[in-house]
C-alpha cells in the first residue's frame, strides 16, 4: 500500500511543489537517492541492469559499455542511482515504476535527477569537495533554464546535453565532451546547427569564427588550457552572452590592466550609449584576432578608422598614437639587430642586452595604454621606451666601433708577421746561398 501511495504521489502535484526527493524521504524514512545508489561494495554482477543489458542489442547495451569509464561508475554509483528501480532484483520487476524506476527522464527529469545529487553538499563532500552545489540553481537563472521553466522548450540544453548520460567523465579527461579543447564542439552541436537553431534568431557562425581567433589558436596549438572558450565567457551552467554594458567586465576577467585603463576612457562611457559592446566593437567577440599595432591608427586595418576619419581631431590622435608606437617598435629592432650582430662577432654585449628588455617592457606598456585613448598616457610610455632603445643602439654601435678596430689591428698584426715571415724566409735563403758557393 505504501508503494503505490508513494508512486502516486511522486507523480503528483505535491510532489512538484515541495521536490519529489523531500517528499519520498518524509514518507519512507529513506532518501530516494539512497534507495537507488548501488551499494559500492556490491559485485558487478549482482546489478541486474548491467547483467541483462550487456547481452541486448546494441541501442540498449550502448549505455552499459560507456557507463563502464563514466566518473559515477567509478566513484560506485551504478544505474538505479540516475534510473531508480532496484538493481537487485533479478527479472524485470527490476524496472517497476512503483520502485522508483525511471526509464528515459524527460527534458525537465533530468535537471531533477542530477540535482538530487549534485544540490546535496553533504553527499557531494564524499567524493568531490570541490564541486559546486549550486549548479541547478544557477541553470534556473541561464537562457537554457529559463526557456525550460518558463516555456518548457524541450531543444534547450539540459544537463545530459553538456555532459554526455552514461559517459561522463572529469572536465580535466581529454576525453570529456567539457575538456577544454572539447567545450567549443559541445555546444557546437546545437548553436552551429542552423537548421535546429533557427527559430531563435541567432548567429550559429560562433564555432567557426571562434576557431579562426587567438583564443582557439592558444589552446589547439600552444596547448594553453587557460585560454578562454566558450563556458569562459557566457558561463557554463548559469550561461548568459554579456550584455552590452559588461562585456568589459567579462574580458577583465582576464584582461585586467586593458580593463582598467578602458575603464578611464570616454569610450568606456560613450560606448554603451550608442550599442556598442566595449571590447567586442574593436576586438570582436567570438573572432578574436592576435591583437596587432595595425589595429591602431587610420590604416586600411585599423579599428579606429571605423569610427574616426583623418583630419578630425580624434583621428589624428589615433594617427599619433600610431606613429609614437612605430617609432619605439622601430628603435627596439634596430638596436635588437645591432646588439646580435655584436654578439655573433664576439663583441661583449649581454649587459645592453638585458638593458633593452625595458624598452619591450615600455613597448608592450604603451600599447596597453592605447585603451585609455589618452595619448599622453602612451606618449610617457613611449618616451621611457625610447630612452632605453637609443641607449642600447648606442652601446650596439660602439660594439660594432670595437669590432672594426679589432679588424684594423688584426689585419695589421697579420700583416706585420707575414713581412717578417717573408724577410726570415729570404734572409735564410741567402745564407744558403752563401753557404753553397763557399763549397
Given at each position: ?16 511543489a ?6 519520498l524521504?518524509?514518507l519512507?524514512?529513506?532518501?530516494p ?23 541486448l ?10 557507463f ?23 527479472g ?5 515504476p512503483e520502485?522508483?524506476?525511471l526509464s528515459?527522464?524527460s527534458?525537465?527529469?533530468?535537471v ?5 545529487c ?6 557531494m563532500?564524499?567524493?568531490?569537495a ?12 541561464s537562457?537554457?533554464g529559463?526557456r ?8 534547450v540544453?539540459?544537463c ?19 575538456h ?9 552541436r ?15 557562425d ?23 572558450t566558450?563556458?569562459d ?23 585586467m ?13 560613450l ?7 566595449g ?12 591583437a596587432?599595432?595595425?589595429?591602431l591608427?587610420?590604416?586600411?586595418e585599423?579599428?579606429?578608422?571605423r569610427?574616426?576619419?583623418?583630419g ?22 634596430t638596436?635588437t639587430?645591432?646588439?646580435f650582430r655584436a ?19 615600455a ?14 598616457q ?9 630612452e ?31 713581412s ?5 724566409v ?14
Amino acid at each position: 500500500m505504501l508503494r503505490i501511495t508513494v508512486g502516486f504521489l511522486a507523480r503528483g502535484p505535491l510532489c512538484k511543489a515541495i521536490g519529489c526527493s523531500a517528499l519520498l524521504t518524509f514518507l519512507t524514512g529513506v532518501s530516494p537517492l539512497r534507495a537507488m545508489m548501488q551499494d559500492p561494495a556490491q559485485e558487478p554482477g549482482a546489478d541486474s541492469c548491467i547483467t541483462c543489458h550487456r547481452n541486448l542489442e546494441s541501442r540498449l547495451s550502448g549505455p552499459v559499455m560507456t557507463f563502464q569509464q563514466d566518473i559515477h561508475a567509478q566513484s560506485g554509483f551504478s544505474c538505479g542511482a540516475c534510473h531508480g528501480g532496484d538493481p537487485t532484483a533479478p527479472g524485470m520487476e527490476a524496472m517497476d515504476p512503483e520502485r522508483g524506476f525511471l526509464s528515459k527522464p524527460s527534458h525537465r527529469d533530468v535537471v531533477q535527477v542530477c540535482g538530487r545529487c549534485h544540490s546535496d553538499p553533504e553527499l557531494m563532500r564524499r567524493y568531490n569537495a570541490e564541486i559546486r552545489v549550486d549548479q541547478v540553481a544557477r541553470y534556473a537563472t541561464s537562457v537554457h533554464g529559463l526557456r525550460l521553466n518558463e516555456f518548457d522548450d524541450p531543444k534547450v540544453a539540459t544537463c545530459s546535453s553538456c555532459h554526455r548520460a552514461h559517459a561522463i567523465r572529469p572536465a580535466s579527461d581529454p576525453l570529456s565532451s567539457v575538456h577544454p579543447r572539447n567545450v567549443a564542439r559541445t555546444c557546437a552541436r546545437c548553436h552551429s546547427d542552423s537548421t535546429y537553431m533557427e527559430e531563435y534568431g541567432i548567429p550559429t557562425d560562433q564555432d567557426e569564427k571562434y576557431e579562426a581567433s587567438i583564443h582557439w589558436e592558444m589552446i589547439s596549438v600552444e596547448q594553453d588550457l587557460s585560454a578562454p572558450t566558450c563556458n569562459d565567457c557566457h558561463g557554463n551552467h548559469g550561461a548568459a552572452p554579456p550584455g552590452v554594458s559588461w562585456v568589459g567586465n567579462t574580458c577583465g576577467g582576464c584582461h585586467m590592466v586593458m580593463a582598467e585603463l578602458f575603464e578611464q576612457s570616454l569610450h568606456a562611457r560613450l560606448f554603451p550609449m550608442l550599442g556598442a559592446p566595449g571590447c567586442a566593437a574593436c576586438h570582436d567577440n567570438h573572432e578574436v584576432v592576435r591583437a596587432g599595432d595595425e589595429m591602431l591608427g587610420l590604416g586600411e586595418e585599423a579599428v579606429c578608422s571605423r569610427c574616426h576619419q583623418a583630419g578630425t581631431v580624434n583621428g589624428d590622435r589615433a594617427a599619433e598614437m600610431r606613429a609614437m608606437i612605430d617609432s619605439l617598435r622601430l628603435e627596439y629592432d634596430t638596436a635588437t639587430a645591432l646588439l646580435f650582430r655584436a654578439e655573433s662577432a664576439g663583441i661583449e654585449v649581454s649587459e645592453a642586452q638585458f638593458e633593452l628588455t625595458g624598452a619591450m617592457t615600455a613597448l608592450v606598456e604603451a600599447r596597453a595604454a592605447v585603451h585609455s585613448f589618452d595619448i599622453g598616457q602612451v606618449e610617457e610610455k613611449v618616451v621611457e621606451g625610447l630612452e632605453v632603445a637609443l641607449n642600447a643602439s648606442e652601446r650596439g654601435r660602439q660594439a660594432h666601433q670595437e669590432l672594426r678596430f679589432r679588424r684594423v689591428g688584426l689585419a695589421l698584426s697579420v700583416l706585420i708577421i707575414v713581412s717578417l715571415l717573408v724577410g726570415l724566409v729570404l734572409k735564410i735563403r741567402q745564407i744558403e746561398e752563401r753557404r753553397s758557393g763557399a763549397s
